[in-house]
């Protein structure tokens, strides 16, 4: 299951790329396993935000293609592993339709980025966490280690960035409504959780876990994670 909490770290590294470096990522992601707590209502200290992603990765970038994108969408799904669908955070820029039913790497029916349908010839910059941008949780697709692409490391910190990021954004709060179980759907939808991303008219808001905000500014609901 998506967790609103990994889907705002993946817009963390994507606006932290664009806000301090030269790079200019095109989309954000995170891996399911790098966030290991949930986050209180309230407050946020350095101590709190380190539990979420206690691991102290470098962000930074890997070129690829919009078929190498998708078939990283795919790689969700893991037949035959400890947990069978490991579902990535996605930065609100990006949205998808797939179909639970469909065979192994045929599961993707369309993919927006920035409201736009993905072009598979296309070059995309993708920021995340070096852990995972390194092929870790058998994303093969980044091609970093299987392949030819490469991982930039831009020396800025996880934990860092996400203090920054809940400084500058105080108010920042997930949508709290749920679409029907992407089981009962023909074509279940998944797309950004933000109030604040870009959608087209074609696309249905992604599906988050009941959520609220980290501050009590805006909120006195915790954001939890689905693991």
Not at 41 to 66: H, K, L, R
Not at 92 to 103: Q, R
Not at 131 to 156: C, P, V, Y
Not at 205 to 222: A, K, L, N, Y
């Amino acid at each position: 299951m998506e967790s609103s909490l990994n889907s705002l770290l993946a817009d963390v590294a994507l606006d932290s790329i664009n806000a301090k470096t030269a790079l200019k990522a095109d989309i954000g992601v995170m891996n399911a396993g790098g966030v290991r707590a949930d986050l209180a209502a309230g407050e946020v200290t350095f101590a709190d935000a380190y539990q979420v992603q206690p691991f102290g990765n470098p962000i930074g970038t890997v070129d690829m293609t919009g078929a190498q994108f998708i078939e990283l969408l795919e790689q969700q799904w893991k037949p035959g592993q400890s947990r069978a669908h490991l579902a990535l955070g996605l930065s609100s820029n990006v949205t998808y339709i797939y179909d639970p039913a469909g065979e192994q790497g045929s599961r993707i029916t369309r993919v927006l980025v920035n409201g736009t349908p993905i072009d598979p010839a296309a070059t995309y910059r993708v920021a995340g966490n070096r852990f995972l941008l390194n092929e870790g949780d058998i994303f093969t697709a980044f091609g970093t280690q299987t392949g030819s692409n490469t991982f930039t490391d831009t020396g800025l910190m996880d934990v860092d960035l996400f203090i920054s990021y809940l400084a500058a954004n105080p108010n920042i709060a997930p949508v709290t409504s749920r679409p029907p179980s992407a089981s009962t759907w023909t074509e279940p939808r998944r797309t950004v959780p933000w109030q604040r991303a870009p959608r087209s008219p074609s696309t249905c808001p992604r599906s988050p876990t009941p959520v609220g905000s980290p501050s009590r500014r805006t909120s006195p609901s915790p954001w939890v994670t689905r693991r």
